[in-house]
């Protein structure tokens, strides 16, 4: 298939934890079950969550800064910042507004929400490297932070105990088209839009409209969206490789969406993925909603899994039903 590649590079990734680790020990006492429990449920040894008074925007600043930080790159450099969340700070202005105020940014810097749910960093990535090569920017910071603790139903075991709180930035550029995506792919299936999602912060359920505490919740039934991903994604993913031009063969490093240990071994089995080649980072930060690809590639990137001039894939599912993934040359 003939290719059409488009010139993007990393030049430095940042992530940023809330300080306090709960563990899988202290979830087994603090909803009374046997010790143990909470892990072999969850697939998680321990994740973060913030506190009830901390900051989203404080959280995806911090990240934002330590990829500055890691690449010795000024604030000043940064024309763009795309913030990548899946859920946001509040419903009116837009998130990436906090982040860039949190954040300290000089002031006129752009900054624009993209919101695909768990795969809003892939969108942001595509979009990012659409607006370098139309020369519209220079240098985009893309930051995706998520405090899912906020949104967990402690009374759904089966969602409760798999999510954690987190931020990453990546910062791009356009290079000089040695790094480049080989092919992104995009889908959503709304027929699963009621399988996963948060009902109240916009104008659906409100004050006016109707609304009860449990609708800012997130409501997930997991083992149809589980079916429903399943019978899609195995095809996805051969029509992904197949605009690429690769194989799977070919792939260096797959960085997928940590979205539970049942989803990773889904990849590892079904989709045949080489556990040498799959980051899976999922048992110490757990699902860390539109978090949770960035903060895999800053691991696979510090953890020297990239490997120069072979493809890495980002791939994910996501409420929606949305599929996305990404092919590129680092």
Known sequence: MEQHSVAIKIIATGIALPETRVTSDQLDIQLGKPKGYVEKRSGITWRYHATP???????AASALHNALTAADLSPYSIDLVICACAVAIQA????????????AMPPGVAGFDINSSCVSF??????????LN??????????SADLASRGIDWN???????????????IVE???????????LIETWPEGSELCEIRAGGTRCNPRSGMCDSDFLFHMQAKPLFRYASSLIEDYFARLLYKSGVTLADIGTVIPHQASHLS???????LQVPESVLIDIYRYYGNQVAASIPTALHEAITGNRLTPGKPAMLIGTAAGLTLAGMVLIP
């Open 53 to 59: 008074q901390a900051s989203q925007a404080e959280l």
């Open 92 to 103: 009116l202005p837009c998130s990436a507004v906090h982040i860039l105020r949190a954040a």
């Open 122 to 131: 892939i969108s942001a990535m595509e979009v990012a490297a659409g607006l």
């Open 134 to 143: 139309s020369r519209a920017y220079r240098r985009i910071a893309i930051v």
């Open 156 to 170: 759904h075991e089966e969602s409760s105990l798999i999510f954690g709180d987190g931020a990453a930035c990546a």
């Open 174 to 184: 356009r290079g000089d088209g040695q790094s480049r995506i080989l092919a992104s």
């Open 264 to 270: 990773l071994k889904h990849m590892r089995k079904r």
